[in-house]
């Protein structure tokens, strides 16, 4: 089994509706992230959580919002889908300790169209 | 983070060492310097990060110059399946964000 998980895999939805994508990890790791990524460009960070009641705004927070159920699962919602955040998203782990960080593990990511 | 720089793109033949270069010249002195490569709309994958000292996985090898303005990721002998973009990120250690830029992309030619 993959240690971060991404479901659904690819998803098809109309503008206007409320679309959840979730994330889970088996890592055991505190922080988890989300990022979304457009055709030709990097990953951009949309939320990032240090733990079950942490939650941080990324650089592209608008529009989509974050819920952290569990160490283990994090989760990225759409409230009203709309055609500009077709993407591809990818959600992150890492871990660390005293304060620094080890790598960061990515999910397979997840194909979101809205039309 | 500190910005990086790093060529768009580069070519490479199957068996020969691939080396790409990445420019940070306003690095800190507490920040690591990341490497990453992303296959094909797949999800990064982490290839190694050092601090000063020249670093070496079983992936690859990563030199930083003594200055820690640069560096260059070694794959020693490349193959097909290492055509990736790889990135090159500097992250404070106690950051736990990561900034992708737009990488390189590495073609491997057989």
């Known amino acids: 089994d993959a240690d971060v998980t991404q479901t659904p895999r690819n998803r098809i939805t109309k503008t206007g509706k409320r679309i959840m994508l979730e994330c889970s990890q088996t890592?055991?790791?505190?922080?988890m992230y989300w990022y979304r990524q457009d055709p030709g460009l990097g990953l951009r960070l949309i939320y990032y959580?240090?733990?079950?009641?942490?939650?941080n705004k990324g650089e592209i927070s608008d529009g989509y919002s974050v819920s952290r159920q569990a160490q283990a699962k994090f989760s990225l919602s759409l409230e009203s889908a709309i055609p500009n955040q077709t993407a591809l998203y990818f959600c992150?782990?890492?871990?660390?300790?005293?304060?620094?960080?080890?790598?960061?593990?990515f999910g397979q990511g997840t194909r979101l169209t809205v039309v | 983070d500190a910005k990086t720089t790093q060529p768009t793109s580069m070519d490479c033949a199957e068996g020969r060492a691939a080396n790409l270069p990445c420019n940070h010249s306003t690095i800190s002195g507490n920040e690591y310097v990341y490497w990453y490569r992303q296959i094909h709309s797949q999800g990064p994958q982490y290839i190694i990060h050092?601090?000063?000292n020249n670093e070496t996985n079983e992936m690859a090898s990563l030199i930083i110059t003594e200055d820690r303005k640069s560096s260059t990721l070694i794959l020693p002998h490349a193959t097909l399946r290492d055509t990736a973009v790889y990135y090159c990120i500097a992250r404070g250690g106690s950051n736990y964000k990561l900034t992708f830029g737009k990488g390189t992309l590495l073609t491997v030619n057989p």
């Open positions: 992150a782990t890492s871990g660390g300790q005293g304060g620094m960080n080890t790598e960061a593990f």
């Open positions: 050092g601090l000063k």
């Open positions: 890592k055991g790791h505190d922080r």
């Open positions: 959580s240090f733990d079950v009641k942490d939650i």
